[in-house]
């Protein structure tokens, strides 16, 4: 298996080949248009033959609606935490299997999820 490597710079090489790709480039709270450098990142993220998995969320993808953003990256599994996100039933598509873990979040702090 390769170690990890990192890509800088405002034009990176992605020759890049890897077993498995962990998206935790958007969270929850975006809107409007994905932009660069966000957007190819995410292209490149859908384009690659590697395991993809989503921490809490896939990137472009809204959790409230199941709504998508201009781009957004299709994965095999998510791991979001504390409850199931209402959108993400929906959108199992680009989601995957979809992990609930437990952070220790309080029921009252649950507005917004199942």
């Known amino acids: 298996m390769n170690s990890v490597k990192l890509v800088y710079g405002t034009n990176p ?3 890049i080949s890897c077993d498995i790709i962990i ?6 709270g975006i809107t409007g248009e994905i932009r660069e450098p966000y957007a190819s990142a995410m292209k490149f993220i859908n384009n690659s ?9 896939p990137s472009g993808v809204n959790p409230d609606s199941g709504e998508t953003s201009n781009i957004f990256v299709k994965v095999d599994v998510t791991v979001t935490f504390h409850k199931m996100k209402v959108g993400m039933p929906k959108r199992e598509d680009l989601c995957g299997k979809i992990f609930v873990e437990k952070i220790g979040i309080p029921p009252e702090a649950e507005d917004g999820v199942l």
């Not at 998206?23 to 929850?28: A, H, K, S, V």
């Not at 033959?49 to 969320?57: N, Q």
Request: hydrophobic letters at 45%; a negative charge; zero cysteines.
């Open 13 to 15: 090489s992605y020759d």
């Open 23 to 28: 998206d935790g480039i958007l969270g929850t």
């Open 49 to 57: 033959e590697a395991f993809k998995l989503a921490v809490d969320v």
